[in-house]
């Protein structure tokens, strides 16, 4: 499985993002998928994850009212819809891929990993 995230980009305080994790593979489809994020100087930490079906969501409680993640399986992508952005909200972003079908915030989990998309917030 290879994944590929995008949508960052530079936006101001208040403003959204959606990012989108693209995967390779039709196993994709049947993999927990999570989110994580690693600021300058910082440990990576996660974010957001999304069981296999979409019927499960979990999210860090410091993001839970304004991080939404969404599957589309047929299209093999993950979405993650970031409103109301802080200046803390500034890292790397990047999306994983679980061989197990649960939604998981343990990085340990997580068996494929994209490069990473910049996310990054202006005061």
């Known amino acids: 499985v290879q994944l590929q995230a995008s949508g960052g980009g530079l936006v101001q305080a208040g403003g959204s993002l959606r990012l989108s994790c693209a995967a390779s593979?039709?196993?994709?489809?049947?993999?927990?998928v999570g989110w994580f994020r690693q600021a300058p100087g910082k440990e990576r930490e996660f974010v957001a994850a999304i069981s296999w079906s979409g019927d499960s969501t979990v999210y860090a409680s410091s993001v839970q009212d304004r991080f939404t993640i969404s599957r589309h399986n047929a299209k093999n992508i993950v979405s993650l819809l970031i409103n109301s952005l802080k200046p803390e909200d500034t890292a790397v972003y990047y999306c994983?891929?679980?061989?197990?079908?649960?939604?998981?915030?343990?990085?340990?989990?997580?068996?494929?990993w994209g490069q990473g998309t910049l996310v990054t917030v202006s005061s």
């Open positions: 994983a891929a679980s061989r197990s079908s649960a939604a998981q915030d343990s990085i340990r989990r997580y068996d494929y």
């Open positions: 593979g039709y196993s994709f489809r049947l993999y927990g």
